[in-house]
């Protein structure tokens, strides 16, 4: 046998050896994988039991819950029936008990009834009546409070802003008279204006149409007139003569002739000059000559012209105090009466031909409503037209600012006692401070405190309907109860 063979044979026999290895090898992994497996299938086997064991305990549990569950199910069904009886009980006998009460009132009514001796009827208008007496003095209580608050408050402000615009006007208050003294620079000038057999005077006095008093009064002559402009034009030509010193009828007529001449230019001087001591600016020429005529105009006394810049000047101030435009009350109340200088030559009444004046010569729309409105003839549309209202009455109501006869004054009083003595209950009527204030005195039996606040107020608004009176008039309701004994 050569070496190939013995190699041949060698590889044959180390390629079965490596098989023989190879199988050797494979059945132990098989034997392991076997173990392995039945190693796993134990374990499966072991939870499954156990998961098994754990289903079966939770389905034990599950079906004890149920069987609780049904329990309270039903013990549920059974309560809510008791409950249902129950409040079907409960309903009846409320309702039985809603029939014994109803039952049990209407025996009382019968019963208060014949107590009583009214009827259904009559009972509950008796408490109506009870009622609405309660909610009346109940109202009466709030709007007594709630007056009296106001008033403090309203009037203290009032007072101080009037106060404050009246204090700071000097305006002198005495009445305009129907005579004017001349003063004469000697005694010699007397004779001078008789003239020679009382030529000089006749003549003045038959040109000018004033009376010329020549009395023992020393050093002045006094012109008597009740035509205001007629007094002017006499005065300004007797102080022309005065100062030529030239007395005699020619000069008389030519002295009369320029007064006379004179009148208009004067006027718009006059107006000029108000403007000035109003503080009103800008205003339209024929504003300026109307104003002007108004110096010899009066009312009740009180020189109208005069009476206008005291106006605007207690506007001014007031405006100031309560922030509205000083410029425009100013202005408004300056001009507030311009229509008196016209009402003897244009029909209506001085407040509307004022307002028309002022329209045509552009005045703005406040301005031409609040002189309209400040006799309350339109309504006030704004704060400066109640201004002009309040600083109007201001200036008209300062003592001594104006005059009234004698008749129309206590003819005046005796309309405001009257009309207050109409109301029921009242028992004396007093008229004070030239008719601004009222003191009414009532029968305590008649008029309790409660009603006292409706009756004041029942007498004002009787006031206001019936009477016409400048400015406010004060109502004051007294109601006093006296008892005397005497010891014997």
């Given at each position: 046998?050569?070496?190939?063979?013995v190699?041949?044979?060698?590889g044959?026999l180390?390629?079965?050896?490596?098989a023989?290895l190879?199988v050797?090898v494979?059945r132990?992994?098989?034997?392991?994988?076997?173990?392995t497996?039945r190693?796993?299938?134990?374990?499966?086997?072991?939870?499954a039991?156990t998961a098994?064991?754990?289903?079966?305990?939770r389905?034990?549990?599950l079906?004890?819950?149920?069987?609780?569950?049904a329990e309270?199910?039903a013990?549920?069904?059974?309560?809510?029936?008791t409950?249902r009886?129950r409040?079907?009980?409960?309903?009846?006998?409320?309702r039985?008990l809603?029939?014994?009460?109803?039952?049990?009132?209407?025996a009382?009514?019968v019963?208060?009834?014949?107590?009583?001796?009214l009827?259904a009827?009559?009972?509950?208008a008796?408490l109506?009546?009870?009622i609405?007496e309660q909610?009346?003095?109940d109202?009466e209580?709030?709007?007594?409070?709630?007056?009296?608050?106001?008033?403090?408050?309203?009037?203290d402000?009032?007072r101080?802003?009037?106060a404050?615009a009246?204090?700071?006007?000097?305006?002198?208050?005495?009445?305009?008279?129907?005579v004017v003294v001349?003063?004469?620079p000697?005694?010699d000038?007397?004779?001078r204006?008789?003239?020679?057999?009382?030529?000089?005077?006749r003549?003045?006095?038959?040109l000018?149409g004033?009376?010329?008093l020549?009395?023992?009064t020393?050093?002045?002559?006094m012109l008597?007139?009740?035509?205001?402009?007629?007094?002017?034009?006499?005065?300004v030509?007797l102080?022309?003569?005065?100062?030529d010193?030239?007395?005699?009828?020619?000069?008389?007529?030519?002295?009369?002739?320029?007064a006379l001449?004179?009148?208009?230019e004067r006027?718009?001087?006059a107006?000029?000059?108000?403007?000035?001591?109003?503080g009103?600016?800008?205003?339209?020429?024929?504003l300026?000559?109307t104003m002007g005529?108004l110096?010899?105009?009066?009312?009740?006394?009180?020189?109208v012209?005069?009476h206008?810049v005291e106006s605007?000047q207690i506007?001014?101030?007031?405006?100031a105090?309560v922030?509205?435009?000083?410029d425009?009350?100013?202005r408004a109340a300056f001009l507030?009466?311009?229509?008196?200088a016209l009402t003897a030559e244009v029909s209506?009444?001085?407040?509307?031909?004022g307002?028309?004046l002022a329209r045509?010569c552009?005045e703005?729309?406040v301005?031409?409503n609040?002189?309209?409105?400040?006799?309350e003839?339109?309504?006030?549309e704004s704060?400066?037209?109640?201004l002009?209202?309040?600083a109007?009455?201001?200036?008209?109501?300062?003592?001594?600012a104006?005059?009234?006869?004698l008749?129309q004054?206590i003819?005046r009083?005796?309309?405001i006692?009257?009309?207050v003595?109409?109301?029921?209950?009242?028992?004396?009527?007093?008229?004070?401070?030239?008719g601004?204030e009222v003191?009414v005195?009532?029968?305590?039996e008649?008029?309790d405190?409660?009603?006292?606040?409706g009756?004041a107020?029942?007498i004002?608004?009787?006031?206001?309907a019936?009477?016409?009176?400048p400015?406010?008039?004060k109502?004051t309701?007294?109601r006093?109860?006296?008892?005397?004994?005497?010891?014997?």
């Amino acid at each position: 046998m050569d070496l190939t063979e013995v190699a041949l044979v060698v590889g044959l026999l180390g390629a079965c050896l490596v098989a023989v290895l190879l199988v050797l090898v494979a059945r132990r992994d098989a034997s392991a994988q076997r173990e392995t497996a039945r190693t796993d299938v134990a374990a499966i086997r072991e939870d499954a039991r156990t998961a098994t064991a754990e289903a079966e305990r939770r389905a034990e549990v599950l079906g004890a819950r149920e069987a609780a569950f049904a329990e309270d199910r039903a013990a549920a069904a059974d309560l809510a029936h008791t409950l249902r009886d129950r409040a079907l009980a409960l309903t009846q006998a409320e309702r039985e008990l809603g029939d014994r009460q109803a039952a049990a009132r209407v025996a009382e009514l019968v019963e208060l009834e014949k107590i009583a001796g009214l009827g259904a009827q009559d009972a509950r208008a008796e408490l109506e009546r009870r009622i609405l007496e309660q909610a009346t003095r109940d109202t009466e209580a709030a709007v007594r409070r709630t007056e009296a608050k106001a008033r403090k408050t309203a009037e203290d402000s009032a007072r101080r802003i009037v106060a404050t615009a009246v204090q700071r006007v000097a305006v002198a208050t005495s009445s305009q008279s129907v005579v004017v003294v001349v003063p004469l620079p000697s005694e010699d000038m007397k004779g001078r204006i008789i003239g020679k057999e009382g030529r000089n005077i006749r003549t003045f006095e038959a040109l000018t149409g004033v009376n010329v008093l020549i009395d023992d009064t020393p050093d002045s002559v006094m012109l008597s007139c009740f035509d205001a402009e007629r007094r002017e034009v006499a005065q300004v030509a007797l102080e022309s003569l005065i100062a030529d010193g030239r007395i005699h009828p020619q000069r008389i007529e030519s002295a009369y002739a320029e007064a006379l001449a004179g009148a208009q230019e004067r006027a718009v001087a006059a107006g000029h000059e108000a403007a000035e001591h109003a503080g009103v600016g800008a205003l339209h020429p024929d504003l300026v000559r109307t104003m002007g005529r108004l110096r010899l105009r009066t009312s009740f006394g009180q020189n109208v012209l005069a009476h206008l810049v005291e106006s605007a000047q207690i506007a001014a101030a007031m405006a100031a105090e309560v922030g509205a435009d000083v410029d425009v009350a100013r202005r408004a109340a300056f001009l507030h009466d311009i229509g008196k200088a016209l009402t003897a030559e244009v029909s209506g009444t001085h407040a509307m031909v004022g307002a028309d004046l002022a329209r045509r010569c552009g005045e703005s729309a406040v301005v031409v409503n609040a002189i309209a409105a400040h006799h309350e003839e339109v309504p006030a549309e704004s704060v400066e037209a109640v201004l002009v209202q309040a600083a109007d009455a201001c200036s008209a109501a300062r003592p001594g600012a104006r005059r009234e006869e004698l008749d129309q004054y206590i003819e005046r009083m005796d309309r405001i006692e009257q009309l207050v003595a109409e109301h029921a209950g009242v028992r004396r009527v007093l008229a004070m401070s030239a008719g601004r204030e009222v003191r009414v005195l009532v029968e305590p039996e008649s008029v309790d405190d409660t009603q006292l606040p409706g009756l004041a107020s029942a007498i004002a608004k009787h006031i206001e309907a019936d009477l016409s009176y400048p400015g406010e008039i004060k109502v004051t309701v007294i109601r006093e109860i006296r008892a005397s004994a005497t010891a014997g």
